[in-house]
């Protein structure tokens, strides 16, 4: 990733926008940004970080980032364009903020943006993402860094790049954490853990199984064991294969045992069953001999009846050969009553039919309808009635056109109302107009004014806004000054009483030289002080004697007593300097309250000023539209006046054209009549006299077909034995009941032959008078049945025990080789897992092994730099901090001196010591980072301060190795303080501190 340009605007200490041009800094590679304290240095690195991941590169929250030297409307912004590869991008955020609302007094919370646009040589910007999270999700790809990792590789914060060696190791393994992603290993200690769980409990459920298996063998067993001889104890359930293996062969002695009982209940059954069924059988031919008798008896005492009824049979059979003629003569008697009712119906329709009718022809109105006319005299009626119809029907035609003239002529008069009413509401309507069109040229003459008074109203808003926060910021930065005064006054009681224990140690130091040097005396060795060999009595070291690490110690807390006095000398004077600055720009609104309540009337002015001139453009288009609206309504106006005349002569016309056809009309067919009427009169009697037409024909036709059938039954009758229709027809009897009678009859006769041939057969003859007694037998195969039965059901519970105990016992000797295998798998798994858990030697986990070679990777890249910028005599090294296996093992740090060719702890480097050391380690965190992330090109770097706690020689390795990277095409941007980096750097940004917010100043020299 390679930064072109970085624009800012209303953010941290930049009140006006700002841009820094890159690419006009790589050319030299390195560059320095300069500046007081305080000034914004450090905002331009967090704003590089916020417009990348909406995340700052220090300790600062995301909250507050809107500057507050801005405008209240300004919107705080930060936009980078950035290349990855061949590819151009800008990326623009505005943080969370609080803005003044659009309308009305209040603020409202506006909630970040961001923006990711993908640029092209003269092409326009395409949208890659439009929301916060899809846009750090798509620079975390595009970049091929984290957050965390680009604070690491890229972009080192004030304070933070020493993080790496001075953490201990639980805080590195943290810190490690977010550089790689080693989730995946911790996941699979997991995973490992969970799966040795689950193959620890397959077996444990596999063992409770073998369990139950037994338990139930032993419960199918119990119904089935033989009692224990007195004084005995039960035999044991069984605990193993073996016990099972036994309880087969018992369960099998005892299937033998209750299967011979079996077949002896079988056998004396069987006996009982044979007597039993001799008895039954000699039982049934006594029932069915009596049984045959008593229905012979029966069936003679009916002979009576049976012979009425072939009596009744006969007759029916002689009255049915006359059947068709006396169904043809009834039938036809019917149709002829039915005929002479349907035509009384049809003579009271066609009278009714004739009275509601009018406008008849004569021979319609004359016919005669009290005596039945003939069929020729209803022809001709008919004929003459539908000659009138058609007379009629062009008279109803005329009438329909004069309707149809008056409802035009009717709706000609509506539509000249309504263009009446219309023209009134148009002119009523441009009146209003004319008074509206007064009131809005005053609006727009006051908008006018409002919108050329905007700027300088808007200007003293803004300068009486300014001197209100000024005026509010006095008495906390009173109380800032007053509280770094305490702070540099404690600071200075703690350098004096630094001084006075360092001189107090010395002292005591001094005063115990020599038995210091006493200790170092050997024997026959020269004495350093004296040349002696000889030491008779050396001296010996008091109680309180003073080493040199105990004056070191005093030494470095006198330093960093003396260091935090300056800090506070600083803080004090910054905070005398802000309060100067407010001060002077509050001017004479000292007091916050008068000044914050001129702010205030300022603002409604500019505000009310704002909303006038903001509706400006609205009531110049509204002014235009209102002409226009005149101008469509006198057209509207006259268009009417034309359109009630046309419609008037329309009605007119119409209604002259409706008195000429109903005239005619009238004249016609009579005054007072309707055409229509008269023709719907007109079709109930066409109907009826047709009806009546048709009625004549079929009572002719009835009375013929009855006189032919009355002489052919006669002739019928006088041949059969009947003297009259009706007593053939009592005799008439229908098919199905002649059929039934034949039956019955039939049925009689079979049965008397069938009881009196049961009686002669040959099986019941020689029975005895007494019914033989089955009872007893019945009841000795009932109580032999229940004992075979309970043999049964004892045989069949041994033989299903059997099968149960064989079933649990192949399943247990299933279970037992699986238990053994399901054992097996749990302890390698667990093995595994707690290995890789860190919870069996060597106790690191595989997580903290994997996060162990990453530091080793950096440790080795760190040395590659580390050597060059100390002149080979410091070197990192990885130590098992924790020892024997503790849960902090494998992360631990220390420092190979090649001076004394000892290690010691990274705690013992002295302040420029451990920046290069830190400086070292956090590029071989760079380093380790772009190898491992599949070689992610690193074109930047950024480093805010540390350089001041280096000596001139150790500044210019430091510098050295910077260059080295700077020649290897990387451009570097460096925050400090030092002189001697403004001497050698001489290009790069200037950071100018103001009371209306920072500004920068890009510059080839300082």
């Given at each position: 990733?390679?930064?072109?340009?970085?624009?800012?605007?209303?953010?941290?200490?930049?009140?006006?926008?700002?841009?820094?041009?890159?690419?006009?800094?790589?050319?030299?590679?390195?560059?320095?940004?300069?500046?007081?304290?305080?000034?914004?240095?450090?905002?331009?690195?967090?704003?590089?970080?916020?417009?990348?991941?909406?995340?700052?590169?220090?300790?600062?929250?995301?909250?507050?980032?809107?500057?507050?030297?801005?405008?209240?409307?300004?919107?705080?912004?930060?936009?980078?364009?950035?290349?990855?590869?061949?590819?151009?991008y800008r990326v623009e955020r505005v943080p969370a903020h609080t803005a003044?609302?659009?309308?009305?007094?209040?603020?409202?919370?506006?909630?970040?943006?961001?923006?990711?646009?993908?640029?092209?040589?003269?092409?326009?910007?395409?949208?890659?993402?439009?929301?916060?999270?899809?846009?750090?999700r798509e620079v975390e790809h595009l970049v091929g860094l984290s957050?965390?990792?680009?604070?690491?590789?890229?972009?080192?914060?004030?304070?933070?790049?020493?993080e790496v060696l001075r953490a201990k190791a639980e805080e590195r393994e943290a810190l490690l954490k977010t550089l790689f992603d080693t989730v995946i290993y911790e996941r699979a200690g997991w995973w490992l853990e969970d799966q040795a769980r689950t193959a620890r409990n397959l077996a444990l459920d596999q063992a409770r199984e073998q369990e139950v298996l037994r338990r139930r063998a032993a419960d199918a067993w119990d119904p089935q064991a033989p009692e224990p001889p007195e004084g005995a104890e039960a035999p044991p359930p069984p605990a193993d294969q073996a016990g099972l293996e036994a309880l087969v062969e018992r369960i099998g002695g005892v299937v033998q045992g209750t299967e011979a009982a079996l077949g002896e209940a079988s056998a004396s059954l069987l006996a009982a069953q044979t007597t039993?069924?001799?008895?039954?059988?000699?039982?049934?031919?006594?029932?069915?001999?009596?049984?045959?008798?008593?229905?012979?008896?029966?069936?003679?005492?009916?002979?009576?009846?049976?012979?009425?009824?072939?009596?009744?049979?006969?007759?029916?059979?002689?009255?049915?050969?006359?059947?068709?003629?006396?169904?043809?003569?009834?039938?036809?008697?019917?149709?002829?009553?039915?005929?002479?009712?349907?035509?009384?119906?049809?003579?009271?329709?066609?009278?009714?039919?004739?009275?509601?009718?009018?406008?008849?022809?004569?021979?319609?109105?004359?016919?005669?309808l009290v005596a039945l006319p003939s069929a020729e005299t209803l022809a001709a009626a008919g004929a003459d009635l539908a000659a009138r119809g058609a007379e009629v029907r062009e008279l109803a035609r005329k009438a329909e056109e004069a309707a149809q003239a008056g409802g035009a002529a009717a709706a000609a008069s509506q539509r000249a109302s309504e263009a009446e009413a219309g023209r009134a509401t148009a002119v009523a309507q441009q009146e209003r107009l004319a008074a509206e069109q007064e009131r809005e040229l005053v609006l727009l003459a006051k908008a006018r004014s409002a919108r050329d008074q905007l700027e300088g109203l808007q200007r003293a808003?803004?300068?009486?806004?300014?001197?209100?926060?000024?005026?509010?910021?006095?008495?906390?930065?009173?109380?800032?000054?007053?509280?770094?005064?305490?702070?540099?006054?404690?600071?200075?009681?703690?350098?004096?009483?630094?001084?006075?224990?360092?001189?107090?140690?010395?002292?005591?130091?001094?005063?115990?030289?020599?038995?210091?040097?006493?200790?170092?005396?050997?024997?026959?060795?020269?004495?350093?002080?004296?040349?002696?060999?000889?030491?008779?009595?050396?001296?010996?070291?008091?109680?309180?004697?003073?080493?040199?690490?105990?004056?070191?110690?005093?030494?470095?807390?006198?330093?960093?007593?003396?260091?935090?006095?300056?800090?506070?000398?600083?803080?004090?004077?910054?905070?005398?300097?802000?309060?100067?600055?407010?001060?002077?720009?509050?001017?004479?609104?000292?007091?916050?309250?008068?000044?914050?309540?001129?702010?205030?009337?300022?603002?409604?002015?500019?505000?009310?000023?704002?909303?006038?001139?903001?509706?400006?453009?609205?009531?110049?288009?509204?002014?235009?539209?209102?002409?226009?609206?005149?101008?469509?309504?006198?057209?509207?106006?006259?268009?009417?006046?034309?359109?009630?005349?046309?419609?008037?002569?329309?009605?007119?016309?119409?209604?002259?054209?409706?008195?000429?056809?109903?005239?005619?009309?009238?004249?016609?067919?009579?005054?007072?009549?309707?055409?229509?009427?008269?023709?719907?009169?007109?079709?109930?009697?066409?109907?009826?006299?047709?009806?009546?037409?048709?009625?004549?024909?079929?009572?002719?036709?009835?009375?013929?077909?009855?006189?032919?059938?009355?002489?052919?039954?006669?002739?019928?009758?006088?041949?059969?034995?009947?003297?009259?229709?009706?007593?053939?027809?009592?005799?008439?009897?229908e098919e199905s009941w002649r059929l039934k009678l034949v039956e019955r009859i039939a049925a009689y006769e079979a049965a008397v032959i069938e009881q009196r041939n049961l009686l002669s057969a040959p099986d019941l003859a020689d029975l005895p008078e007494a019914r033989p007694d089955t009872a007893a037998a019945g009841e000795a195969v009932a109580r032999l049945d229940g004992a075979r039965t309970r043999a049964v059901e004892c045989h069949s519970e041994a033989r299903a025990a059997q099968r149960e105990i064989t079933r649990l016992t192949a399943e247990h000797r299933t279970g037992t080789t699986a238990l053994a295998?399901?054992?097996?798998?749990?302890?390698?798994?667990?093995?595994?897992?707690?290995?890789?858990?860190?919870?069996?030697?060597?106790?690191?986990?595989?997580?903290?092994?994997?996060?162990?070679?990453y530091l080793a990777d950096i440790c080795g890249y760190a040395?590659?730099?580390?050597?060059?910028m100390t002149s080979g005599r410091y070197q990192l090294r990885l130590t098992d901090e924790g020892g024997h296996g503790g849960r902090n093992a494998g992360l631990g740090l220390r420092v190979l001196d090649a001076y004394t060719g000892e290690e010691r702890e990274v705690s013992s480097l002295s302040g420029g010591e451990t920046f290069q050391a830190s400086l070292a380690l956090a590029l071989g965190v760079a380093d380790t980072v772009q190898a491992h992330a599949g070689g992610v090109p690193l074109e930047a770097l950024f480093i805010d301060e540390g350089f001041g706690s280096l000596d001139p020689d150790n500044l210019q390795l430091a510098m050295d190795e910077l260059d080295r990277l700077r020649e290897g095409g990387r451009m570097i941007g460096l925050i400090s303080h030092v002189s001697a980096l403004r001497e050698r750097i001489r290009g790069g940004i200037e950071v100018i501190a103001g009371d209306r917010g920072s500004t920068l100043r890009l510059s080839s020299s300082f």
């Open positions: 990733m390679k930064p072109h340009r970085l624009a800012i605007e209303a953010f941290g200490p930049y009140a006006d926008p700002v841009a820094i041009d890159f690419d006009a800094l790589a050319a030299e590679g390195l560059f320095l940004i300069h500046g007081t304290t305080g000034a914004g240095k450090t905002f331009l690195l967090d704003a590089l970080c916020f417009a990348l991941y909406g995340e700052v590169s220090g300790d600062r929250s995301v909250k507050g980032l809107r500057s507050d030297h801005a405008p209240p409307g300004a919107v705080p912004r930060v936009s980078l364009e950035f290349s990855c590869g061949a590819a151009r003044p609302k659009a309308r009305g007094q209040g603020t409202t919370e506006k909630a970040p943006q961001a923006f990711l646009f993908r640029l092209g040589a003269g092409k326009p910007e395409q949208a890659v993402a439009a929301k916060t999270t899809e846009v750090t957050a965390a990792q680009f604070r690491q590789v890229i972009l080192l914060p004030q304070g933070r790049f020493a039993l069924a001799t008895l039954a059988a000699q039982a049934d031919r006594w029932d069915r001999r009596a049984a045959a008798s008593a229905q012979l008896g029966e069936l003679e005492a009916k002979q009576e009846t049976v012979a009425e009824f072939r009596q009744k049979l006969s007759q029916a059979e002689r009255a049915e050969t006359l059947r068709p003629s006396l169904v043809a003569e009834q039938g036809a008697r019917r149709a002829l009553a039915l005929v002479e009712r349907g035509l009384q119906e049809q003579l009271r329709a066609t009278i009714q039919a004739r009275a509601g009718a009018r406008a008849l022809p004569p021979s319609v109105q004359e016919l005669d808003a803004r300068e009486a806004d300014g001197r209100a926060v000024a005026a509010e910021a006095i008495a906390p930065a009173r109380e800032r000054q007053n509280g770094a005064e305490v702070a540099r006054n404690g600071a200075d009681r703690e350098v004096n009483a630094a001084a006075a224990g360092l001189n107090e140690l010395r002292r005591r130091q001094i005063e115990g030289m020599a038995a210091r040097l006493a200790g170092g005396l050997a024997a026959g060795a020269p004495c350093p002080v004296c040349g002696s060999a000889d030491h008779p009595a050396p001296a010996r070291p008091s109680a309180d004697a003073v080493d040199d690490g105990t004056i070191a110690a005093a030494e470095r807390t006198l330093a960093a007593a003396t260091q935090a006095a300056q800090a506070a000398a600083v803080a004090l004077a910054n905070a005398q300097a802000a309060l100067a600055a407010v001060l002077e720009k509050a001017g004479d609104g000292v007091d916050p309250l008068p000044a914050r309540q001129a702010a205030g009337t300022a603002a409604a002015a500019h505000q009310a000023a704002q909303s006038l001139a903001e509706g400006l453009p609205a009531l110049e288009q509204q002014t235009t539209d209102r002409e226009q609206q005149r101008q469509q309504l006198a057209k509207a106006i006259e268009a009417a006046a034309t359109a009630i005349a046309l419609e008037r002569r329309a009605a007119a016309e119409a209604s002259q054209r409706q008195r000429t056809l109903a005239e005619q009309v009238a004249r016609e067919l009579g005054e007072g009549l309707e055409p229509g009427a008269v023709l719907r009169a007109f079709g109930p009697l066409e109907s009826a006299l047709q009806a009546l037409v048709a009625g004549v024909g079929a009572h002719t036709r009835a009375t013929s077909e009855l006189e032919q059938a009355a002489r052919r039954l006669g002739q019928e009758l006088a041949a059969s034995p009947f003297a009259t229709a009706e007593d053939a027809a009592v005799a008439l009897q295998a399901k054992q097996e798998r749990a302890e390698r798994l667990s093995a595994v897992a707690n290995r890789c858990q860190g919870k069996a030697a060597p106790y690191i986990s595989l997580q903290r092994w994997v996060l162990s070679a040395n590659q730099r580390l050597t060059l």
